[in-house]
C-alpha cells in the first residue's frame, strides 16, 4: 500500500509553460520534504515543509503544504529544460526522521 | 567533500550468488539507510542505522542484512540473490538537524 501517492507520473511540457504536480495521503505528516532525481544520479533535497498552510518559494518553485498536513504541491513557473528530472516527495510520520516514506514520483520533462 | 559513495556503480548477479554493496559516507551523521527504486515504486526503505552498532529494518529488509561498525561506513549483504533484488540501490545519510538525506549516486543490480 502506498502510503503517498502523486500525481500526474509522467508530464511532457514545453519550456516556458507553467505545471504543477501533486502529493496526497491519507496519513498526516509532521514534514514533508521534496527531492529532484536526475538520471544516473541520487535524489536532491530541494525543500522541506513543516507547518499546515505553509507555502515555500524557491526562485521559479513554489511548494505548499496541506492545511492538514496530507497533501501538498509543487507549482513550476515557466518551466526550462533544466527543470527536467524525478520529482519525488517524501513524508515524515511522527516524531523521528528514521522512517521516512518516498512517494512514486513525478517525471517530468521540458521540451526545448 | 565527497559525500555519499557507493560502490560498485553496476554489477551483474546469478541467482543465489552473494555480494556486498558498500557504502561510506565523510559528513559524521549518525544515521545512514539503504532504499531501493523501482520503476513506478519510489524509494523503499530496506534498513537503516542510527549509529555504530545500531541497526534496523525498513519496509522491505527481506533479503538483505547490514551491519554497522563505523560511523562511516554501512555495507548492505545480499546472501542469495534473486531475480526480484534487480533494482537501484541507493545508500543516504541524514543531517541531523535539518533531516536532510544525502544520496549516493546509486548502484544498479541485475540478477539474472
Known amino acids: 500500500t502506498q502510503l503517498l501517492e502523486q500525481s500526474p507520473q509522467f508530464l511532457s511540457i514545453q519550456e516556458g509553460e507553467n505545471l504543477t504536480v501533486y502529493c496526497n495521503s491519507s496519513?498526516?505528516?509532521?514534514?514533508l520534504q521534496w527531492y529532484r532525481q536526475e538520471p544516473g544520479e541520487g535524489p536532491v533535497l530541494l525543500v522541506t515543509?513543516?507547518?499546515?498552510?505553509e507555502v515555500k518559494k524557491l526562485k521559479r518553485l513554489t511548494f505548499q503544504f496541506g492545511d492538514a498536513r496530507k497533501d501538498s504541491s509543487l507549482h513550476i513557473t515557466a518551466a526550462q529544460p533544466g527543470d527536467t528530472g524525478l520529482y519525488l516527495c517524501?513524508?515524515?510520520?511522527?516524531?523521528?526522521?528514521?522512517?521516512?516514506?518516498f512517494g512514486p514520483g513525478t517525471s517530468l520533462s521540458v521540451i526545448p | 567533500n565527497a559525500g555519499v559513495t557507493q560502490t560498485p556503480k553496476f554489477q551483474v548477479l546469478k541467482t543465489g550468488q552473494s555480494m556486498t554493496l558498500q557504502c561510506a559516507q565523510d559528513?559524521?551523521?549518525?544515521?545512514m539507510s539503504w532504499y531501493r527504486q523501482d520503476p513506478g515504486m519510489g524509494l523503499r526503505l530496506i534498513h537503516y542505522?542510527?549509529?555504530?552498532?545500531?541497526?534496523d529494518q525498513g519496509e522491505v529488509p527481506n533479503g538483505y542484512n547490514v551491519s554497522r561498525s563505523t560511523t562511516e561506513d554501512f555495507p548492505l549483504r545480499l546472501l542469495s540473490a534473486a531475480p526480484s533484488q534487480t533494482s537501484v540501490y541507493f545508500c543516504?545519510?541524514?543531517?541531523?538537524?535539518?533531516?536532510?538525506?544525502?544520496f549516493g549516486e546509486g548502484s544498479r543490480l541485475t540478477v539474472l
Open positions: 543516504a545519510s541524514r543531517a541531523i538537524y535539518t533531516g536532510e538525506l544525502f
Open positions: 496519513s498526516v505528516f509532521s514534514s
Open positions: 515543509v513543516v507547518t499546515g498552510g
Open positions: 517524501a513524508g515524515r510520520i511522527g516524531t523521528s526522521y528514521d522512517k521516512v516514506i
Open positions: 559528513m559524521n551523521h549518525e544515521y
Open positions: 542505522s542510527v549509529g555504530a552498532g545500531i541497526t
